[in-house]
């Protein structure tokens, strides 16, 4: 029965209130920790139908799995929010294998359990959309809480970590290049040519100039996420041999985006990320 397994949640961002809801519509009972959040937290998770527990800790003490969805720079503190837990932990965020590692062993020294987890996709709202990579000797465990759910999940073949070496393998590709193209239209701009650009572009790659004003809206709403993603990623490539610094680079790209909640509209978003990237005032 559903009803016998009680979920943690940590914590409800967009995408972490999705995937409780996901939850709660089966039928389980997911809790969150208020302590610390934001009302604007409190009133995701109460729409995705989350249980407060008050602390991570008080959490933790109720909980026989906790599944950490939050914004990668985040994910070690999360998980020594709840050192000690002994049931099973689900880590869902944007690490590098090597960090998922430093996460497991902080859960498992303690007599936990570890799934490592990926997710690729917006927050899952309806089926189809979204997948959830997941890897460990205990993965099973978590499939069989989503099947049936908006959110797919998918077992990752390969060693305990294999689940966060998919989503740094896909989002190396997905949002570095679109860093890449922000800096190759600030590059045009700085230099007067920007038009230019955008004549050949129409000649030759008439998708880039709509493309790069999605990954400045992008940007602006996510990319303050993005800079320790692209960390990570970047740290991923130096632990397989080959080179960090496109996405030390990406990084770089995101951490001087303004930061403009709500602004996917604003039709000035654009010439306001090509400004801050080239430090221009």
Not at 148 to 163: C, F, V
Not at 268 to 274: I, K, N
Request: aromatic letters at 6%; one cysteine or more.
């Amino acid at each position: 029965m559903t009803d016998q397994v009680i979920i943690g949640l940590l914590n409800p961002g967009d995408m972490g209130a999705a995937v409780g809801r996901c939850l709660t519509a089966a039928g389980y009972t997911v809790l969150w920790a208020s302590a610390g959040r934001s009302e604007e937290t409190a009133t995701r998770a109460a729409s995705a139908g989350l249980q407060d527990a008050g602390t991570a800790r008080q959490l933790a003490d109720r909980a026989d799995i906790i599944a950490s969805i939050c914004p990668p720079h985040a994910a070690l503190d999360v998980a020594w929010a709840v050192h000690g837990f002994t049931g099973l932990y689900l880590d869902a965020n944007a690490i590098a294998p090597d960090t998922a590692r430093e996460v497991a062993q902080l859960i498992t020294g303690s007599g936990g359990s570890y799934v490592d987890g990926g997710i690729i996709g917006p927050p899952p709202v309806r089926p189809g959309t979204t997948r959830l990579y997941l890897s460990g000797e205990e993965a099973g465990r978590i499939v069989s809480l989503f099947t049936g759910t908006a959110l797919d999940p998918r077992i990752a073949a390969g060693p305990a970590t294999a689940a966060s070496a998919v989503k740094m393998a896909y989002a190396s590709w997905t949002k570095g290049t679109s860093a890449m193209l922000l800096a190759a239209r600030a590059l045009a701009k700085s230099q007067g040519v920007e038009e230019a650009l955008l004549a050949e572009w129409a000649l030759s790659q008439p998708q880039l100039a709509e493309q790069s004003e999605r990954a400045a809206q992008a940007a602006v709403t996510k990319g303050w996420r993005w800079t320790a993603e692209m960390e990570e990623i970047a740290h991923s490539m130096a632990e397989a041999g080959l080179p960090d610094g496109f996405h030390q680079a990406a990084a770089e790209i995101y951490r001087r985006c303004p930061r403009v909640p709500g602004a996917a509209a604003s039709p000035g978003v654009l010439s306001d990320v090509l400004k801050a990237v080239t430090h221009e005032t």
